[in-house]
C-alpha cells in the first residue's frame, strides 16, 4: 500500500502534537508515561512554597507540588500533589510544610502513619501540619526578648531621669566630699595598718614566747587530759556510786527509827524520858547546892540531920531571882 502525502502530512501533525503535548508536560514537570498518584492538602498559608517543590518520604523524594489553588469553598490554599512511590501511604499520613534551610524555599514532607494498613487513594486529601523552621523559631523566640529590652530601656531612662533630678549641684557637691572623706578614711587605715605591722614585727619575740607557752599549756593540758584517761575514771565513780548507796540506806534505817540512832531520833518516849532524867538531874545538883549538909555529914556535936524535902517550884524560881 503506498502512502500518499495527504496521510504522510497527517501522520506527521499527528506526531508533532503529540510531541508538543509531551514537551508541554515535560517542561511542567508531569511525564505522561509514568503513572503517579494525586494526593491534596490545604493550609492556611503557603509562603515560599512554589509549584514543583519536592515533597519527600524521610528525606527521599517521591514527588512534587504541580499546582497550588485557593478552595473557592473554605478560602484555604489547596495544594496538589504528584507522588511517584511504592510506598504505601495511608490515609491518616500527614502532609508537613516545612523549611529544609535558611535560603531555600518550604518543601512538604509526608509523615506516615505505620499504624493504619489502609493506603491513600488516588484524589485523596491528607491532613495538613506547618513545622517552624529556623528563622521564625528564631523570630519567636527574639519578639519576647525584645519586648522585654524595651521595657528595660524605659526602667533606665526613667532612673536615669530620677538619678539627675535627684542630683544637683548640692548633692554632687556632697558626694564629692564624700568621697574624698572616704579617700582620707582609707589613707588612715593605711597608716594603722602600718602602725600595726611595725608593732607586730617589734614584739615578735614576745609573741613568739606567747605563742610557745600557749603550745606548753595544751601540751600539759594533753598530759593532764591523758592521765585522766589513765586513772580509771569509771572505777572512781562506780565506787563514789556504791558509797552514796549505802549512805542512802543509812539515811533510810536513820528515817525509818532502825537501830539505837535511828530510835533515838524517831521515838518520843525516849526523848521524854531523856527530858524527864534530865530535869531531874537538874532538880538534883540544886538540892545539892542548897543543903549540901544532906548530902555531906561532917558532925562534930552528934546533930541529927535534916529529912529531906523535894525543892519546890518556887524555890527554884527564888533562887533564880
Known amino acids: 500500500m503506498k ?11 499527528i506526531v508533532s502534537i503529540l510531541l508538543f503535548i509531551w514537551g508541554y508536560s515535560f517542561l511542567k514537570g508531569r511525564d505522561l508515561f509514568t503513572n503517579y498518584k494525586t494526593l491534596y492538602v490545604h493550609y492556611d498559608n ?21 499546582k497550588i489553588t485557593i478552595d473557592e469553598v473554605t478560602g484555604k490554599l489547596l495544594v496538589e500533589l504528584q507522588l511517584k512511590t511504592d510506598f504505601p501511604i495511608s490515609k491518616t499520613s500527614t502532609a508537613s510544610l516545612y523549611s529544609p534551610s535558611l535560603i531555600g524555599g518550604k518543601q512538604i514532607k509526608i509523615v506516615p502513619n505505620l499504624g493504619d494498613k489502609e493506603p491513600a487513594e488516588d484524589g485523596q486529601t491528607l ?24 521595657k528595660m530601656l524605659v526602667n533606665i ?10 542630683l544637683d549641684k548640692q548633692t554632687q557637691e556632697n558626694l564629692k566630699k564624700t568621697i574624698a572623706e572616704l ?35 595544751s601540751s600539759n593540758f594533753n598530759k ?41 531520833l524517831n521515838d518520843d518516849a525516849l ?16 538540892d545539892v547546892r542548897l543543903y549540901p549538909t544532906r548530902y555531906v555529914n561532917v558532925s562534930l556535936f552528934g546533930k541529927k540531920n535534916k529529912p529531906y524535902v523535894a525543892p519546890t517550884e518556887d524555890t527554884n524560881s527564888t533562887d533564880k531571882k
Open 183 to 217: 579617700s582620707q578614711t582609707m589613707q588612715q587605715f593605711h597608716k594603722a595598718s602600718g602602725s600595726l605591722n611595725n608593732i607586730l614585727d617589734t614584739n615578735k619575740g614576745q609573741i613568739n614566747g606567747m605563742v610557745s607557752n600557749f603550745n606548753k599549756v
Open 127 to 150: 491532613a495538613s501540619a506547618v513545622e517552624l523552621g529556623l528563622t521564625e523559631s528564631l523570630g519567636g523566640k527574639i519578639e519576647p526578648i525584645q519586648q522585654k529590652l524595651d
Open 224 to 264: 593532764i587530759s591523758d592521765s585522766l584517761n589513765k586513772a580509771d575514771l569509771g572505777k572512781t565513780v562506780r565506787s563514789l556510786n556504791q558509797t552514796l548507796a549505802k549512805v542512802d540506806g543509812l539515811m533510810a534505817n536513820l528515817n525509818s527509827g532502825k537501830g539505837t540512832a535511828g530510835k533515838l
Open 3 to 13: 502512502l500518499t502525502r495527504e496521510i504522510k502530512t497527517a501522520i506527521l501533525v
Open 271 to 286: 526523848y521524854n524520858n531523856l527530858a524527864k532524867t534530865s530535869k531531874e538531874l537538874e532538880l538534883l545538883l540544886q
Open 46 to 66: 503557603v509562603e515560599d512554597l512554589s509549584p514543583s517543590a519536592p515533597v519527600t518520604l524521610n528525606g527521599l523524594a517521591i514527588g512534587k507540588v504541580s
Open 157 to 166: 531612662d526613667v532612673l536615669v531621669t530620677g538619678l539627675n533630678n535627684t
